[in-house]
């Protein structure tokens, strides 16, 4: 049997990302927590509630897990609702929290990655029109400005907003986020705003810290045409490929914001990313469907033969992750993995699923393309958004009702490649033989 491993470069950044909302519990002052309460949003009626009480002060125990396992970063997020709870009012002792929080990773060995928007924002944004309102660049450009002049001495890598193509998708055009709207106007207008908020809060951040390094985290979702043969499958992956996956980082890059029939220049948003974050999880088949002009014309489904997580959410399509950093190349920046991960309460495919798309990073890295970390989706079960606490994500199960937490096996993988920084074929035995032959032919 071969022995072989598959070394990451030095100083690779290996770690874990949780967002707000998610973990934090009681963000009574966000849209999030209000669309809760609105009977039907949220799968079982679920509700976030206490999540996985970092507000409490939980995230202490979680970070010492996520170091104990080597772990050498973590992504986290800033709640703008906790920061600033009315227009005219921000709160220090929330600043201090979250302060206290950078400082904890630090003195734990691990690399602070902060996101400043992760889907969540403060109900009085939302009332005053949210995201479609102009005023909302300014608004975001000032909150960024206080978190990190609040953080500056902890942190140096930021996130400004959290996967633009998905909260507008979600947002404004399927209407299945708050704030449920389905208008392609407001869909165009909170792009172009995000798209200027991110800019603006991209120069606040480099006039106080000029070492920052900031991004956006990009959700990258692969599409193959479902009858390769077809032109008209081919036709609407491309546009699909090209309207979800390169309207963000395009606009960013050369400061054109090119929609299906709009094309706008925005000049000051040009070159305004340090590196390009990428969230990847799975690849879908494409097919046209003139039943669906607000979809583009497409419906999507997974290859029939490929493995599933646990409530279908996820197809494991590892080389897609190979294939979203071969895109990502063309903006010329340096990558980080935001986020990969599969929802799996039994811990049936994580190990396997990690493997597999790790090891595809390590294909990248091979050909020296620039990949810095490799985050991992998730530190601990959280709360998943409309599909409330019915998928599971974390490396450490929780249980809502008690708040404990129980290790699950891929956590114990997961900590070997960190320590070795890299996969090795003992691992690959160990945790996933079935793959071993297609790793190591
Ligand atoms: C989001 C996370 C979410 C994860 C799994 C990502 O797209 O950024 O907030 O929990 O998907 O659904």
């Known amino acids: 049997m071969p022995h072989a491993t598959f070394h990451f470069p030095r100083n690779f950044l290996w770690g874990s990302a949780t967002s707000s909302h998610q973990v934090e519990g009681n963000n009574t002052n966000n849209t999030w927590w209000a669309w809760e309460q609105q009977p039907g949003r949220i799968l079982n009626g679920d509700k976030s ?35 600033q709870p009315e227009p005219d009012r921000w709160d220090e002792d929330a600043l201090d ?32 029109g949210g995201w479609e309102e102009s005023d909302v660049v300014n608004r975001f450009e000032t909150y960024a400005r206080k978190v990190v002049d609040a953080l500056r001495e902890y942190a140096t890598l930021w996130i400004t907003i959290n996967e633009p193509n998905l909260y507008v998708l979600f947002g404004y055009l399927m209407g299945t986020w708050p704030p449920g709207k389905t208008q392609v106007r407001s869909l165009i207008k909170v792009t172009e705003n995000m798209l ?3 800019a603006a809060a991209y120069h606040a951040i480099h006039d106080i810290q000029p070492a920052a390094k900031v991004g956006v985290a990009h959700h990258y979702r692969s599409a193959r045409p479902a009858k390769p043969w077809f032109p008209l499958d081919r036709l609407a992956t491309a546009l699909q490929s090209g309207t979800l996956n390169d309207t963000f980082p395009r606009a960013l890059k050369n400061g054109r914001l090119i929609l299906p ?15 390009l974050g990428i969230n990847y999880y799975t690849r879908e088949l494409v097919a046209f469907d003139p039943l669906k002009p ?25 080389d897609g992750l190979f294939e979203a950093l071969g895109w990502a190349r063309k903006f010329n920046l340096p990558i980080i993995i935001t986020e990969n991960g599969i929802e ?29 970390g490799y985050v991992w989706w998730s530190l601990i079960d959280n709360f998943e958004w409309e599909r409330g606490w019915t998928q599971r994500y974390g490396l450490w199960e929780l249980d809502c009702g008690t708040q404990a937490r129980r290790k699950r096996p891929s956590v114990d993988l997961y900590a070997e490649i960190c320590r070795e920084n890299g996969i090795s074929s003992d691992m690959v035995q160990q945790y996933a033989p079935k793959i071993f032959d297609l790793m190591f032919p």
Not at 122 to 128: M, R, V
């Open 49 to 83: 509630g206490l999540a996985c009480d970092w507000w409490g002060g939980r995230w202490r125990e979680d970070f010492d897990r996520a170091a104990e396992s080597n772990q050498n970063t973590h992504r986290m997020s800033i709640e703008w609702s906790r920061i």
């Open 97 to 128: 929290n979250y302060r206290e929080m950078a400082r904890g990773l630090h003195a734990r060995n691990m690399t602070p990655l902060i996101t400043l928007h992760h889907y969540s924002d403060p109900l009085w944004l939302a009332e005053a």
């Open 196 to 198: 200027r908020a991110h």
């Open 261 to 275: 029939l709009i094309s706008k220049r925005i000049p000051e948003v040009a070159n305004t990313q340090d590196f």
């Open 294 to 318: 607000n979809m583009l014309f497409t419906h999507q489904y997974f290859r029939p033969d490929v493995e599933l997580s646990e409530n279908k959410w996820i197809a494991n399509e590892p």
């Open 344 to 372: 799996d309460s039994q811990d049936i495919l994580r190990s396997q699923y990690m493997l597999q798309h790790i090891h595809q990073v390590w294909r990248a890295v091979n050909f020296n393309w620039p990949v810095l």
